[in-house]
């Protein structure tokens, strides 16, 4: 599994050779390789079927006691099988739909990349495992939905899908180190395997909200619900892999990995349940207001999301056993419609359903493929999705908490998704001919490959639902209880009421659809409530960082110097005062063995500070800096330190002759600060000087540990035969420190040397055109 994963990533990269080599037939080149996943795990189904999880662990940073773990179990073979499955079709897919195009190496890259990352995810047992590959997974769709940027919108999407589940991704980070924390172990079969009961942790309120705000934000669940349409974006390839097996799964995946652990409580319950049927709802609503085929795909997205939440939180062995079947069947047919949205917009230049009409004489092989889908899409027998739409009625009816409530929640979603199939199979090819931006026309094989399969595959599972009921889907809905799940899957269960709440949903459906322009242009009055939605909060919250950005740039980037060393020395004053004198009152003792010489040093580097402060000459005050640092190097010699002293008398002699060279470039004095501002300021300094020279007492009136300057002493000369102890420290003790200085000042002249190098032509119009500036600092 490491294997498989660390080479996708390496196809990635070999992704623009491979373009180089093939061409526009590296998609086909690339589609293999998720091709020979999906081989390897059916492979491996019959293992995992019957013996349970396949544990696959790597030594990481043991230090910290982390492997880079994978488990195979029924959960994550389900969602290996369509990552790689519907990965393959759509790399086929967009080898044709973006043929030609400029970036489409780009694309390769990142696409593959995405699909990787997923993959890794939905294998990760390892928790710290799991977050690096949920990241991935957002910073590679960011580059996917903003692929087109030169699309102020493409990029404007791709940001705020980012921003949102990059949130949330904190938060995911926060709830798994407290879930680490709390249960011991940092990988989801440990925790499986652990006797305690983390729903009566203290910390498991805190590790819930946490983990669902991560799992909300990636799968769209509301609030969050809005940047999943926006992402539309990105090209049709893009939002056929999104919405059917990638991305937008990762929340529903983690909320399905973590139901044994911490589900069954009145909060996981609750919260799951409730937001998920109001998802459910809000998405399938939002759906019918829109003519755009792919918003219209989107939202209904949303809808399955919220459904796939609820089941979830109502949390009953049929629940579960609807939720495995809805994946599958959802899956299946969203990712065929995406590649049908593409089609239409390929093949006709729009992508409004209402300007399209009577293309079946033109598209008979799309007409098909579009028409088995959508119903599948509405839960029409005998289609896969008809069965998913009746074990979800059937669970929610039987649901311990709620029931009614949400039986009447999921009934109007099923009318509602019933009409947005009928508006995306019918209304683009029946009816009358509609003029098209371009003269429609069949698509190519390899555009109609995918959806043909996924399409097909939906009837053929509709017909013969054993087929994955008793293997793959038992498997999954059992890793998702906890416990071995009973599954029989067939197309007819007899009269009974999930079977008439399905036909009513597909009544009221159909004659929504039927006077679906009218009822559109009836909803146009609630577009004043619209825009005061979720999604205006997110514009309000990103308005108010730029707002509260230009205040602290206005107050504390204004450009000015002493502004800046005023800040840091409040904030250092407030630091250390704090800890030096509130937390930790200040020992020292002090000898008062101070000869006279010793005293006139230490003042004239006093009265050198002082007069270079108040100096009204330029001139002056470098003098007066001057006489602090020759004082240093006679303090020095004075201690037993020459070596030091002659650098110091060295540097200092350098940059007291280098600022009077540079005074004659200087403009004059200005005096910009009022006298209670150099009040304040000399204030500030005495404080943080005092402060420090506390600070310094202490340090060394407090002795911890063994100082290590006996250490250099007693071997300088065994072991580096050297007496001069300091050039001991400096060329062998510190010596890769050493050298890293003497590249820096290496690297420094040599930018010196270029700068004074550089051609009188390249910098005489500068210097006349350039007028000094007057000083912003005294």
């Given at each position: 599994?490491?294997?498989a994963v660390?080479?996708?990533f390496?196809?990635?990269?070999l992704?623009?050779l491979l373009?180089?080599w ?12 998720p ?6 795990l ?6 995992v ?5 396949v544990l696959?662990?790597?030594v990481?940073v ?15 073979l ?5 990552i ?8 086929v ?7 030609g ?11 593959v ?13 390892g ?9 991935l997974?957002?910073i590679t769709?960011?580059l ?6 030169a699309?102020?919108?493409a990029?404007?999407s791709a940001?705020?899908?980012l ?7 904190l938060?995911l ?16 079969s ?5 006797e305690a ?15 669902l ?5 990636k799968?769209a ?9 926006n992402a ?9 892999y ?9 929340g ?24 998920g ?6 998405g399938a609503?939002?759906?019918i ?5 792919k918003k ?5 997205t949303v ?11 109502i949390?009953t062995?049929?629940?579960?056993i ?22 239409l917009?390929?093949s ?14 033109l ?12 119903l ?13 739409k ?15 409530g ?5 009934l ?15 209304r ?9 931006p ?7 094989l ?17 017909l013969?639902p ?5 293997g ?22 007899g ?10 949903s597909?009544?009221?459906g ?5 006077h ?15 825009r ?5 909060g997110?514009?309000?919250?990103m308005?108010a960082?730029?707002h509260?950005?230009e ?23 407030a630091?250390i ?12 003792s002090?000898?008062?063995d101070?000869r ?13 500070a ?16 001057g ?5 240093i ?16 008398l060295?540097?200092?002699t ?7 060279l540079?005074?004659?470039?200087l403009?004059r004095?200005a ?5 209670l501002?150099?009040?304040?300021d ?12 506390l ?5 060394w ?6 100082p290590i300057?006996t250490?250099?002493i007693?071997?300088?000369?065994p072991?580096a035969?050297?007496?001069?102890i300091?050039?001991v ?5 510190r ?5 890293g ?7 420094a ?29 005294g």
């Amino acid at each position: 599994m490491q294997l498989a994963v660390l080479a996708g990533f390496l196809l990635a990269a070999l992704a623009p050779l491979l373009h180089h080599w093939f061409g526009h037939r590296a998609s086909l080149v690339l589609a293999i390789f998720p091709a020979l996943l999906a081989v390897w795990l059916v492979g491996q189904a019959p293992q995992v079927i019957d013996q349970g999880a396949v544990l696959a662990e790597w030594v990481w940073v043991p230090s910290l006691d982390i492997t880079l773990s994978f488990m195979l179990d029924g959960l994550s073979l389900l969602f290996g099988l369509l990552i790689s499955v519907i990965g393959a079709f759509v790399l086929v897919y967009a080898g044709a739909y973006l043929r030609g195009h400029p970036d489409l190496v780009r694309f390769h890259v990142a696409l593959v990349a995405f699909m990787v990352s997923m993959f890794g995810l939905v294998m990760a047992d390892g928790l710290v495992t799991l977050f690096i590959f949920w990241e991935l997974t957002s910073i590679t769709s960011y580059l996917l939905i903003g692929f087109n940027h030169a699309d102020i919108e493409a990029r404007k999407s791709a940001r705020q899908g980012l921003i949102v589940t990059m949130g949330g991704g904190l938060a995911l980070m926060a709830g798994l180190i407290l879930l680490g924390t709390a249960a011991g172990s940092w990988s989801f079969s440990g925790i499986a395997a652990l006797e305690a009961n983390l729903r009566e942790h203290d910390l498991y309120t805190p590790i819930l909200i946490c983990l669902l705000l991560g799992a909300f934000t990636k799968s769209a669940q509301f609030p969050f619900h809005f940047w999943l349409p926006n992402a539309m974006a990105a090209p049709t390839p893009v939002s056929a892999y999104l919405h059917s097996a990638t991305m937008v799964k990762a929340g529903i995946y983690l909320l399905a990995r973590l139901q044994p652990s911490l589900g069954g409580t009145e909060l996981w319950v609750g919260t799951l349940s409730l937001i998920g049927a109001l998802t459910m709802v809000t998405g399938a609503f939002l759906a019918i207001r829109h003519t755009n085929i792919k918003k219209l795909l989107a939202y209904s997205t949303v809808m399955a999301l919220g459904l796939l939440t609820m089941l979830l939180g109502i949390g009953t062995e049929k629940a579960l056993i609807a939720f495995a079947t809805f994946l599958l069947a959802h899956s299946m047919y969203k990712g065929a419609l995406f590649m049908i949205a593409g089609i239409l917009d390929h093949s006709t230049g729009t992508k409004d359903v209402t300007a399209m009409g009577g293309l079946r004489s033109l598209m008979p092989v799309t007409a098909g493929i579009a028409l088995i889908a959508a119903l599948s899409l509405a839960g029409v027998p005998p289609l896969f999705g008809f069965i998913g739409k009746e074990l979800m009625l059937e669970a929610v009816l039987g649901a311990p908490r709620y029931a009614l409530g949400l039986a009447l929640l999921a009934l109007c979603a099923a009318f509602l998704t019933m009409a947005v199939a009928a508006i995306v199979a019918l209304r683009p090819f029946y009816g009358q001919r509609r003029q098209t931006p371009r003269t429609p026309h069949e698509a190519p094989l390899a555009m109609l490959l995918g959806p043909a399969l996924l399409a097909g595959g939906s009837l053929l599972l509709g017909l013969v639902p054993s087929l994955p009921g008793t293997g793959l889907l038992a498997s999954a809905a059992s890793a998702v209880s906890g416990e071995p799940v009973a599954l029989s899957l067939s197309l007819w269960h007899g009269f009974n009421l999930p079977l008439l709440l399905s036909f009513i949903s597909l009544v009221v459906g159909y004659l929504l659809f039927r006077h679906w322009d009218r009822l559109r242009a009836r909803l146009t009055m609630l577009d004043p409530v619209m825009r005061h939605g979720p999604e205006a909060g997110y514009e309000g919250f990103m308005n108010a960082i730029v707002h509260v950005s230009e205040w602290q740039t206005k107050v504390l980037q204004n450009g000015y110097m002493r502004n800046y060393i005023l800040v840091m020395l409040l904030t250092l004053i407030a630091l250390i005062g704090n800890s030096l004198l509130v937390r930790h009152a200040p020992q020292f003792s002090l000898h008062w063995d101070v000869r006279f010489h010793e005293v006139v040093v230490v003042g004239t580097i006093a009265m050198g500070a002082l007069f270079a402060t108040i100096s009204r000459s330029r001139l002056g005050a470098v003098v007066s800096i001057g006489v602090m640092g020759f004082s240093i190097a006679l303090i020095f010699i004075l201690f037993s330190a020459p070596d030091l002293g002659i650098t110091q008398l060295l540097v200092e002699t350098l940059t007291v002759i280098l600022l009077v060279l540079v005074l004659f470039r200087l403009p004059r004095y200005a005096s910009l600060s009022s006298n209670l501002e150099r009040i304040r300021d000399g204030g500030v300094a005495a404080v943080m000087g005092i402060l420090i020279g506390l600070l310094v007492l202490s340090a060394w009136s407090v002795q911890q540990f063994e100082p290590i300057s006996t250490y250099m002493i007693e071997n300088s000369a065994p072991l580096a035969h050297g007496r001069n102890i300091v050039n001991v420290i400096l060329v062998d003790y510190r010596a890769l420190d050493t050298l890293g200085e003497m590249f820096v000042l290496a690297l420094a002249a040599i930018g010196v040397v270029a700068m004074l190098k550089l051609r009188a032509t390249e910098s005489e119009p500068l210097r006349k055109t350039t007028k000094p500036k007057e000083p912003r600092d005294g």
